[in-house]
């Protein structure tokens, strides 16, 4: 990926800036931008099951055996057809539920029909401040309880207030563990390579460092970072054509982000920004849109929907969507797909109609439906498909 170039912004007026911020989501892309305004295609929506408290995150236990569902209190609830939601699971440690924080993500081991490992982010607090906390426990025999659940990983140090714990988990095609880590609101901190806020980090799967990261034996730098420059990246997913990992992430006022994610690479944040402060004022420590050294977005939008979940669509069960991208948006309260054609985003859908929601997560389900979260008190999981033609 081609580095950013210096196009400064400061002392812009915000009409101007907001003109050149859109005019800029249009080029970021060329050529295929300028077709991609979004489109209104409203799919079929079923509600598989209700009376979630602000759930997360979903992982499908193979063989039909379910799917296990995060809420964000700190509830893990494992929803079996037939069968209903199940009761809390025992087991999950206690997380820090306060403003953004709480249970997080889930995933299950690369080798679960074997070890049975599930794997957990979610917010600790130190009593002051909180951070991103990722552990792992076997799922028992009659899956009512997570069993030796042990710390992996911690963000440290401990800086957020309740803001920005990013938090996907992500294992790659070699087993290797990623986890995606917010800036705790924090901004400088993201450049800083002796701090573990604003990095996508790289674990074995017992959360020893790899001996191949890029920043191992590089003195004033963490040896668990991947890559650095992130604001909050809340959806992240492996692409199955590439096998490359993709990563989304909220911007602040405009410039959300889709990323392409490499060793040792510089994703910008908060030097460089498609986005301003919500005040309408620049983000302080920005030098412009695009910046030397840093690597620029995939995709990017001037008015942030407020990405979320993650995923990649490559089942076949309905052909319409094959080759998307899925991405949850909670201020936007819709799910968008977009259409790809190889690396470049071609074309973009919203899918949920009148049925909006804040969508929280998304994912590809073993049966080739979609199914998302929403970020609600009640919540629910839904169930997607291509809404039928007429004929």
């Known amino acids: 990926m081609q580095s950013r170039t210096i196009a400064s912004t400061r002392a812009i007026p915000l009409f101007f800036y907001s003109t050149l911020v859109l005019a800029g989501a249009l080029w970021a892309a060329a050529p295929a931008r300028a077709a991609q305004e979004p489109v209104s295609a409203p799919a079929q929506v079923t509600a598989v ?9 979903m992982a499908f236990l193979p063989d039909g055996g379910g799917v296990l569902i995060t809420e964000r209190p700190g509830k893990l609830r494992l929803l079996r057809t037939p ?23 889930v995933a ?73 880590l917010g800036e705790n609101n924090q901004r400088p901190t993201a450049q800083d390579l002796d701090k573990l806020q604003g990095k996508i980090v790289r674990l074995n799967r017992d959360g020893s460092v790899p001996t191949d990261n890029p920043f191992v034996g590089k003195p004033g730098a963490r040896p668990e970072i991947w890559s650095y420059g992130h604001r909050n990246p809340q959806g992240m997913a492996l692409n199955p054509w590439s096998g490359e990992l993709w990563e989304n992430e909220h911007g602040p006022r405009g410039g959300d982000e889709i990323n392409r994610i490499q060793p040792g690479k510089n994703y910008g944040w908060p030097l460089a920004t498609y986005g301003i402060n919500y005040s309408g004022q620049p983000i302080p420590e920005a030098k412009g849109e695009t910046v030397p050294g840093t690597e620029p977005p995939l995709f990017w939008w001037a008015k942030s929907p407020a990405i979320s979940g993650m995923a990649f669509y490559d089942a076949d069960r309905f052909p319409a969507w094959k080759h998307s991208v899925f991405i949850g ?12 054609d190889g690396n470049r985003v071609v074309g973009q859908e919203w899918l949920l109609g009148d049925r909006k929601s804040r969508i929280r997560d998304v994912r590809q389900g073993p049966d080739g439906y979609v199914y998302v979260l929403t970020d609600a008190s009640p919540g629910q999981l839904l169930r997607l498909a291509p809404a039928p033609t007429g004929g």
Not at 49 to 57: I, K, Q, R, S, Y
Not at 84 to 99: E, I, N, R, T
């Open 83 to 105: 069968g209903g939601l199940s009761k809390p699971l025992a087991g999950v440690p206690k997380v820090a539920a306060s403003g953004q924080g709480g249970l997080l993500d």
């Open 329 to 340: 948006a909670l201020a936007n309260q819709n799910l968008i797909r977009l259409t790809l």
């Open 49 to 57: 099951v209700g009376g979630l408290d602000h759930p997360w995150a």
């Open 108 to 180: 299950l081991s690369p080798d679960f029909a074997k070890d049975r490992y599930v794997y957990l982010s979610y917010a600790e607090s130190d009593g002051d401040k909180s951070g991103t906390v990722v552990g792992r426990g076997r799922l028992s025999a009659d899956a009512t309880a997570l069993e030796d659940f042990k710390v992996l990983f911690r963000q440290m140090p401990k800086l957020s207030s309740g803001l920005h714990f990013g938090s996907r988990l992500v294992f790659d095609r070699n087993g290797y563990l990623f986890i995606s």
